[in-house]
């Protein structure tokens, strides 16, 4: 059973949440602060620490940071009913699996806390394989799961057997280029996101990249903690889709 | 601004010309009045044996005085900015000088009168006015000079030259009048120009004052909205919450039998709902996100708008982006919500029961403009109401924040893109988004 650390300093909002978790089958270990959530930590592992960001006392940035210390390998999703642009931003670069904006819907919420208790990983497509491998160093430096590999039909052989969410593939590759990459993950792992990066705006591979699903596109040299934060912003988002249908 | 000039000069000679007509119709008559008692003093009564008459000067100073000033006093009284009225008056205010030189005899004192009145007339500030006078008071001079000499210069003969010497000072009087009323034009002109600047300044200063009134309203509007739904957002969670437990654990239970428990649960989960996302638009009015500029191709980015707007039966969503459409950076989140709010009240725009079509279309390329319209077939928007609809809590519609507007023109706003509309009652309407041409910084080249 996996054991969730749930910090917000919000009463009602902290059993309410935690009786729906615990109604999925997990475990919840509720703290009112982070200086309380700092002392279970100290005490126990956690698979999960779920946090509020703006708390009297320390705040879920400041707790995130020390949680890092202590437990780097737990993933974090942190919420906020405040728009806290630059404080998102700044988790976000630095490792936070999702930031959730509430009001969530429960639904959302617990689809995004079994993803991160899965541990995924990220998986780097590029052909120039030293670009590969020094973008995966450097998300992994900060705090993600990363693997690399150098051509589309590699890649498309990694995820069957490696636990991947997240595809940022190179958009024009020999072989198989990125943009084909997206739309064969789209008939056949709804699961992974794809984020398409690539030296030159290529219209043409975009825009099906694009209509194909990429959740996004980005122009080469992208720094990794940019990577990371559009890579956490994938892993938190609703799915569109899913919350139009519900708003009918 | 030259014709306000024009305007306000015209405005200020109408008002100098009426003033000075006033003060003729006062000189006018007390000349009248003068004339009588000079003619009663210098020469009351003649006498010729025992029978006494009065004198015939006395007669001339109030029928011949009375003929000269009624027509113009009747005219400065009536018609003071006339320009008839002020010839009238300068021939007038000549031939009272003649008169008065007659009354006294030719002395020549009397012929300053003249002086002191091309200086009053000069008062028009209208060189007609002097020009006709001089011609009057020197035709008066040349033949009353030879025909009745005595009546002018007092003797029977006088120099044949005594005539250009009046009429040269006469001149030179002119000259310097003449030089002052243009000098007293081009001050008058000055001054217009300058109240012109004046008022086209304090209009400015208006409008800016205008500008930013509204903006103070806007922003403390933004600040509200921001607070309030910041503090709902928690409390509008923990009921979210709770719902979500209670609906799982009640639809499991006996009490899943009851029709209106469960139709209870699905109609607070839709109100929920309906709370989140006013909220939502409150704050996406209020928010200053940074813009996250990245390639992002349009067609798409359509797509997914339509996907999330709420759809009506007989309401088609046409998206005629061509597929290798060049592709502008932009913050996909932001300018996807402009277009869902965009898209949402097109549809909505469709009168109820009536089929219609929706259509987005876009042009442009690296180096150019980007133009992206939304197009409907819908009620159209009345004319008088095109300046008000991107304003904040402005809405048509009887369930509604007024707030979608506002947010697709704030949103556009953060991207230096401008949007318009053009709209026929009863056809439809177009709202267009222009995107500036980008910097190569922002554009993904």
């Known amino acids: 059973m996996a054991r969730i650390l749930l910090v917000d300093d919000e009463g009602a909002l902290r059993v309410t949440l935690a009786a729906n978790l615990e109604l999925d089958g997990m475990e919840v270990e509720e703290a009112e602060s982070g200086e309380r959530a700092l002392e279970l930590l100290r005490s126990a592992p956690f698979d999960l620490m779920l946090s509020d960001i703006r708390m009297s006392g320390m705040s879920g940035k400041e707790l995130f940071q020390r949680a890092k210390e202590l437990r780097p390998e737990m993933p974090v999703v942190l919420m906020t009913a405040f728009a806290l642009e630059d404080i998102v931003r700044e988790v976000l670069r630095n490792g936070v699996f999702a930031v959730l904006p509430k009001p969530f819907d429960v639904g959302h919420l617990s689809r995004t806390v079994q993803r991160a208790l899965r541990r995924p990983a990220v998986l780097v497509v590029d052909d120039h394989e030293d670009q590969a491998r020094s973008t995966a160093a450097a998300l992994r430096a900060i705090g993600l799961r990363v693997e690399s590999i150098s051509d589309g039909a590699g890649a498309l052989r990694a995820i069957e057997d490696r636990p991947i969410d997240i595809c940022i593939v190179d958009l024009v590759m020999p072989g198989m280029s990125g943009a084909e990459v997206v739309e064969r993950l789209r008939w056949s792992r709804t699961d992974i996101t794809a984020i398409v990066v690539s030296d030159y705006v290529v219209p043409e591979l975009m825009q099906r990249a694009a209509a194909n699903g990429a959740f996004a596109c980005l122009c080469k040299p992208v720094a990794a903690d940019e990577l990371a934060q559009v890579v956490a912003e994938a892993r938190g988002r609703a799915d569109l889709r899913s919350a139009a249908v519900r708003a009918r | ?445």
Request: hydrophobic share 50%; glycine share 6%; net charge neutral.
């Open chain 2, 1 to 445: 601004m030259e014709s306000r000039t024009r305007e306000l000069l015209d405005e200020h000679m109408r008002e100098n010309y009426r003033k000075t007509s006033r003060v003729f119709s006062i000189l006018l008559a007390a000349q009248w009045v003068f004339g009588i008692l000079l003619a009663v003093v210098i020469s009351p009564r003649s006498w010729a044996g025992l029978a006494s008459a009065t004198h015939v000067h006395i007669y001339a100073a109030v029928f011949l005085g009375g003929a000269i000033t009624s027509l113009p006093l009747y005219l400065t009284l009536t018609r003071p900015e006339s320009l008839a009225t002020r010839l009238i008056v300068g021939v007038a205010q000549m031939l009272w000088s003649a008169l008065l030189i007659h009354l006294t005899g030719g002395r020549i004192e009397t012929h300053f009168h003249v002086f002191g009145s091309l200086a009053f007339l000069a008062f028009y500030r209208d060189w007609k006015v002097l020009l006709v006078a001089t011609v009057v008071v020197a035709s008066d001079h040349l033949l009353r000079g030879i025909f009745w000499p005595e009546s002018v210069y007092g003797i029977a003969d006088p120099a044949w030259w005594r005539f250009l010497e009046h009429a040269a000072w006469v001149v030179f009087e002119d000259v310097v009048l003449v030089f002052a009323c243009f000098r007293g034009i081009d001050e008058m002109r000055s001054i217009a120009r300058q109240r012109t600047e004046l008022e086209k300044t304090f209009a400015e200063l208006e409008r800016t004052h205008q500008i930013v009134t509204r903006t103070e309203k806007l922003a403390a509007v933004g600040q509200l909205a921001a607070s309030v739904g910041h503090e709902l957002r928690n409390p509008l969670t923990a009921i979210r919450n709770a719902h979500a437990y209670i609906s799982k654990r009640v639809l499991k239970s006996n009490a899943a039998s009851d029709a209106r428990t469960v139709q209870f649960l699905g109609l607070q989960e839709r109100e929920i709902h309906a709370c989140n996302r006013i909220i939502s638009d409150l704050l996406d009015f209020a928010r200053e996100r940074p813009l996250d500029l990245r390639p992002c191709p349009l067609r798409p980015l359509i797509e997914e708008a339509f996907s999330v707007v709420t759809a009506r039966d007989g309401v088609d969503l046409v998206n005629e982006v061509p597929a290798d459409l060049p592709v502008p950076a932009l913050d996909k989140d932001q300018f996807r919500q402009v277009l869902v709010n965009l898209v949402q009240n097109a549809v909505e725009a469709m009168p109820a029961g009536r089929a219609g079509t929706v259509r987005v279309s876009a042009a442009g390329s690296a180096g150019d403009r980007w133009r992206i319209a939304v197009i409907d077939d819908g009620a159209g928007i009345a004319p008088e109401l095109h300046a008000r609809i991107f304003e904040p809590l402005f809405t048509t519609k009887s369930k509604g924040t007024g707030l979608g507007l506002a947010v697709v023109a704030t949103m556009l706003k953060r991207h230096g893109c401008s949007i318009s509309v053009k709209s026929e009652i009863g056809r439809g309407t177009e709202f267009a988004i222009e995107i500036p041409l980008q910097t190569p910084s922002a554009a993904a080249a």
